[in-house]
Structure formats: structure tokens, C-alpha cells
């Protein structure tokens, strides 16, 4: 089974979707394949759907989505595996457990999981300075996602939080790989992504602290110091709050720094605070 759910929600098996129609069935599925190969409980699933207010058919109702996907997992199987003897059912696939239901990956593939995978492999080769395969690992990793988690599933509240926590971490790796390119001298490759994500992500002063980096090692230390007066101000008006200790430093330096000086990568990632608004 091949499972994306970095974008809009993909489930394939034997290279055949079973990913449904209906706004309730996707959103069980979305659920199930977060949790391939664990068992998620019924009222985890009726939670989900029906965010504390359930009907009183929820049980019944859930079992509906699940003969639903199990019907379009018989008809995968059926094209995928024809009518060779001892071939998976789709209660193979889609498994009835004590108190809930498991959806069973046969070793396949899950976008989250090996975004995870690649991005705790990049957290290593920073720690250990290896810039290079860092940027490497943490660029292979953001390459999965084509999108907002669960983009077109109407989440509740388990996929909601589910999706926050990967942007949050989308956003951590995505910080990493750029630290990891600019350590390598990739300021000048970096520029034009910097502009759009700071554009983007207004009150984020990692990334701004970044672009400031990557155009005074660029020879355009005016520019560098303009973006730093426009976070100050952003921060104030919609926040109230004055840029990081570590933000101000960088900016001194960048102020007394000659035109043709560059101030370490030390100066912004000292001090990681960031403000995300």
C-alpha cells in the first residue's frame, strides 16, 4: 500500500486507489492510513467525525464508511491480484480488532513516515556538521510534500492537530535546510525562495534573520538592514513585540560590518527564536 497524505489525501493498493468520494469516508481513511499498521479505537474514529457530538447511529454509521472502503479495497485487489488462489481480502487489508480498526500497509509506502525518517537523519548530520548531506537529506525530505497535510479532507480534531504538527515541522526542516545552504555558501542560490517565504511568513524571524544573512553575504547590506526594519515593524504593530536578542545582534553586525564583510551564521542561530504569525 502507498499512502501520501503531505498534500491531497493518496491511498493506492496493488498501485490502485482506494481513496473515496465521500467527505466522511476520506476522513476515516485519512485517520487510518496516519495510523497504518496500529490499531485506532472506535471512539478515536467517532471522535473525529463527530468532534463530541456524535448521532446515536455513530457505531453503525462508522461501520458503513469501513464496508465502503473495504469495497473499494476488494475492487484494488481484484485488478491488482486477479483470482490467484490464497490472494488478501480486503479484511486483510482493513482489519477488524478489539475495540478498533487497522489498516495494514504490507510494508509499503507512508510520505509522513519517511518525512520523518528524513528529517530526523538531517537533524543528525547538522548536529554532526555535515552541511552538505544535510542539505541534501532535508531537501529530499520537503521534496514529499505537495502541499498542506490532508489538503482536500475535512479534518476534525485529530487531523487538525495532526496537521499542525507536521507544518510545524515541515517549517523546522525547512529552517534547517536553509541554515544547512548557507553554512555551504549558497547565499546567492537562496535568495529568491527567502524573498517569497519571508513575504509569506511575516513575523518568522528565523527565515528573516536568514534573507538578512544571504543579501548582506551578497553585497547588498542596505537591503539586508531593510528587511530587518520591517519585521521590527511587523512585530511591534501585530504583535507588540520587539525582534530577538539574537535578531538585534545580527543587525548590529551587519551595521558595523564593512560593505564587504560577512557576519557568521552564529549570529542568527545563537539564539532561534521564532515567531510565526
Known amino acids: 500500500m502507498d499512502i501520501a497524505l503531505l498534500g491531497t489525501l493518496t491511498v493506492r493498493e496493488q498501485r490502485h486507489s482506494i481513496t473515496p468520494t465521500a467527505p466522511k469516508a476520506r476522513q ?14 472506535v471512539p478515536a474514529l467517532i471522535e473525529e467525525l463527530w468532534a463530541g457530538t456524535p448521532p446515536r447511529s455513530a457505531r453503525t454509521t462508522l461501520q458503513t464508511y469501513v464496508l465502503q472502503l473495504r469495497s473499494l479495497i476488494s475492487a484494488a485487489l481484484e485488478q491488482g491480484q486477479g483470482s ?5 481480502t480486503a479484511k486483510d487489508v482493513l482489519l477488524t480488532l478489539p475495540g478498533g480498526y487497522l ?6 509506502t507512508s510520505d509522513v513516515r519517511e518525512f520523518d525518517r528524513l528529517f530526523g537523519r538531517g537533524s543528525q548530520a547538522m548536529d554532526a556538521g555535515d552541511f552538505p548531506g544535510a542539505a541534501r537529506l532535508l531537501r529530499e525530505a520537503l521534496s514529499l510534500w505537495s502541499g498542506p497535510a490532508f489538503a482536500d479532507v475535512h479534518g476534525g480534531v485529530q487531523l487538525d492537530t495532526e496537521a499542525r504538527r507536521l507544518e510545524e515541522t515541515r517549517l523546522c526542516a525547512l529552517d534547517q535546510r536553509i ?4 553554512r555551504i555558501g549558497r547565499h546567492r542560490e ?4 527567502l524573498t517569497v517565504l519571508a513575504d509569506r511568513y511575516r513575523t518568522h524571524e528565523n527565515l528573516h534573520g536568514q534573507f538578512m544573512l544571504a543579501l548582506h553575504r551578497s553585497g547588498r ?3 539586508a538592514l531593510d528587511v530587518y526594519q520591517r519585521l521590527h515593524q ?10 530577538s536578542a539574537g535578531l538585534r545582534r545580527l543587525q548590529r553586525s551587519i551595521l558595523m560590518a564593512g560593505p564587504d564583510a560577512s557576519p557568521g551564521a552564529s549570529e542568527i542561530h545563537g539564539d532561534r527564536v521564532a515567531r510565526v504569525g
Open 84 to 88: 490467484a488462489p490464497g490472494r488478501r
Open 221 to 223: 547590506r542596505g537591503e
Open 179 to 182: 541554515e544547512a545552504d548557507l
Open 234 to 243: 511587523t512585530l511591534v504593530r501585530e504583535l507588540g513585540l520587539e525582534p
Open 190 to 193: 537562496l535568495l529568491a525562495e
Open 28 to 41: 476515516v481513511l485519512a485517520l487510518l492510513a496516519l495510523h497504518a499498521d496500529q490499531v485506532v479505537p
Open 103 to 108: 489498516l495494514h500497509s504490507g510494508g509499503g
